[in-house]
């Protein structure tokens, strides 16, 4: 670092008005030296930078380090261990795709949304004109089913990272299909994307018509090409598969249709199959988590994420002691439904061995399984079990002696 | 662009896997075009960007578009007009500075925070131990003093800028403070920044007692370097200068202090001077405003935010007259607590020239005033009264016949 001091009158005659500088704070913070002019100040002036010493970023999966060879199937994973709050940050929201691993490059001003099938009036809607309807805010996770697939990876990112909360803001669905007027005998529909593969999701008509919004908005800002721009399908607690990125079609039917999408969703029962994979209540520690170290015993606070596809979540638990008891933890945000919801515990580790927990309830009042309860549920050996759909079982995480955090189930 | 079709296998194989390559998309959607490779795939997996059709910045005040000559001042305003919803994006967050122009490049390993003064036990915590205690998230504004200093300029960037809402992670103040022992003849905090120009703000203990927080996030990730990393203290609903950035020092003492930061609150009684800088209950229209245009007569989504330091937005009118009739906005966000508050209202515009206005009330049932209330507050004439402090007032929005949104004010 430059650590040469400058005149900062004549350094912004002189040059071409870098920024940079530092405060030259010789007192309590020795962090405030001086700075390196690195980015010129219109840069800095237009759309602001994270600070060089932050370097949190999201990773593939161990499996995947790239697209499969189809440039169809990727999986990226949000950096959990360093969130903090509910809110994901945009540039750090996971994605996972089986229809194309390479984003769509598409103008707004080209992009269509039809609404058709069985309504009385077929509509085609342009972003500008979607953007003249009355619209909400509010604030949703979206998980894809697949996370945790693998539940012995090492952190947190690893096991439970395709998962991420953002502030949605578009048009509320069941307007869009009021104005086009739905058929009596309609009871689905099937949102398409405008991927590579014309993936699409089933959607029954009631969940349709309750809260599902078309968003054009995240975090403030367009949504983001990753996760859809410019438009995507919120479908508020369903897996991730549901919230159709690029969204251009919506075709009222009236049956479930078998899609690209549905490897996951063959069921005897196609209502069964679709409707099981509302996410259940789940949780999971983020701090400390897998590959953290605490550096002796003391007082920290236990910090985590709890989400429910089924509403709000009304409270959480943590265990210090292997699951053998519970301990109520603090909500630290706003408990939106559909939202991850932050809680706090404070916690002073005696230097022991021990295993950490948490567990979640949500409105309905469903509580997280444990895993010895999941594998009783399927009748599978504890140490073998196969957990089919959204494994929300409760995640431990062992504090070694040392301070060393492991994953429990590895 | 490159619209020539490539062999996706061969692509990967050869290239250092590039991405931006779109979905062919030949059907409604026609900007689904084939795409540009552009970025290498470990950038957009590691923090992902948005789109290249989103052009959204921040702008400095029209009357300096670069810092003082003294590399103090300067102040850059969000883009209000393209906002959705309630969050602004870290990126296009505002910022406004007397301290300082140039941000401190601080290695938060090496900042510390002091607690010091009129407590029993005086505290340095570095950024560490901070993150071992407990803490909260909240949705909160924080708006410059002088936001609308200059309320003839033509956009709402310009007008009403100053203003940007985030999700704020952090130890509540009062803990920290209830940590060191506040002593009984305690009445004031000095909280001090890491700026050139030691800046610092006097609060009363009563606020900071009451729900100030010690932040080291916005919006799930670090405080960006623009808004005080690695630590700014919240003190939600008073304007933004009490807003510390770079928080190092907070002395407990038994009287207000007059600070650098002070030029604004000379008042023959301290406490009001301080206290009147609470932000009142202040509502604009971001869409449409000033220098956007409406394509002809028809339905349009009015849009906007609505907030108040007193506490939450409880509703939101709507004039379309000039203020002669007034109509009951929709909340379309969650109204938190000094918190940006989003609102819609359906509009069937005739074509003709016409005013429009928002005016909110908040939970304490505090009025938005409107500019005519104001002018005979301060015994002035309507066009050219002086607003002293923060100006609340009613924005006019004037919509011209052929469609262009004008200041109404101007």
Same mark, same amino acid.
Request: with cysteine; hydrophobic share 35%; proline share 6%.
């Given at each position: ?21 530092? *405060? ?10 001086? %700075? ?25 999966? $161990? ?40 984003? @769509? ?9 039809? /609404? ?12 500008? =004109? ?15 089913? !697949?996370?945790?697939? #693998?539940? +012995? ?24 299909? $009021? ?6 005998? *309609? ?7 405008? =991927?590579?593969? #014309? ?13 599902? /919004? ?10 983001? @090409? ?10 508020? %607690?369903?897996? !991730? ?32 199959? *679709? ?9 999971? /520690? +983020? ?8 550096? !002796?015993? !003391? ?6 994420? *709890? ?5 709000? /979540? ?36 005696? %230097? ?8 979640? +309830? ?13 594998? #009783? ?34």
């Amino acid at each position: 670092m430059d650590s040469k001091k400058r005149n900062r009158r004549g350094f912004l005659r002189d040059s071409a008005a870098l920024a940079g500088l530092a *405060a030259g704070g010789a007192g309590l913070a020795k962090g405030q030296t001086q %700075g390196t002019p690195t980015k010129k100040i219109d840069e800095l002036i237009a759309y602001g930078e994270r600070s060089r010493f932050v370097n949190s970023i999201r990773l593939p999966v $161990a499996e995947r380090h790239s697209p499969d060879e189809f440039g169809l199937t990727f999986h990226v994973l949000t950096p959990l261990q360093d969130s903090s709050g509910i809110i994901t940050p945009s540039s750090l929201f996971y994605t996972a795709t089986h229809r194309g691993a390479f984003v @769509p490059d598409i103008d707004p001003r080209e992009h269509r949304l039809m /609404i058709h099938g069985m309504v009385d009036r077929p509509l085609v809607f342009t972003m500008d =004109e979607l953007k003249r309807l009355p619209y909400v805010s509010r604030i949703h996770f979206i998980e894809c089913l !697949g996370n945790r697939a #693998k539940p +012995t990876h090492k952190t947190v990112q690893e096991t439970h990272g395709l998962t991420s909360c953002a502030e949605w803001t578009g048009v509320p669905l069941s307007l869009l299909l $009021a104005e086009a007027g739905v058929q009596n005998s *309609a009871s689905w529909i099937v949102a398409e994307g405008a =991927e590579e593969v #014309k993936g699409a999701s089933s959607i029954p008509l009631a969940k349709a018509m309750d809260d599902c /919004i078309v968003c054009y908005a995240q975090n403030g800002e367009p949504v983001r @090409p990753q996760q859809g721009f410019p438009l995507r399908l919120m479908v508020p %607690g369903f897996e !991730g598969i549901y919230q159709i990125k690029y969204l251009r079609r919506i075709k009222v039917v009236d049956r479930f249709y078998m899609t690209y999408d549905d490897y996951g969703h063959i069921n005897p029962d196609p209502k069964v199959a *679709a409707l099981t994979h509302q996410i259940g209540p789940k949780s999971v /520690i +983020t701090f400390p988590s897998g590959g953290q170290k605490l550096s !002796g015993p !003391g007082f920290y606070e236990v910090s985590g994420l *709890a989400w429910s596809g089924a509403g709000a /979540i009304r409270g959480v638990e943590i265990s210090t002691d292997g699951g053998q008891s519970w301990k109520n933890a603090d909500i630290r945000s706003t408990a939106h439904p559909m939202a991850h919801t932050r809680f706090g515990f404070h916690w002073n580790w005696d %230097g022991k061995e021990c295993v950490l927990m948490s567990r979640c +309830t949500d409105e309905l009042g469903t509580v997280q399984p444990t895993r010895a309860e999941v594998a #009783k549920f399927w009748n599978e050996p504890l140490d073998k079990v196969r957990v089919r759909g959204s494994d929300n079982s409760v995640q431990p995480w062992k504090v070694a002696s040392n301070g060393s955090v492991l994953n429990g189930l590895s």
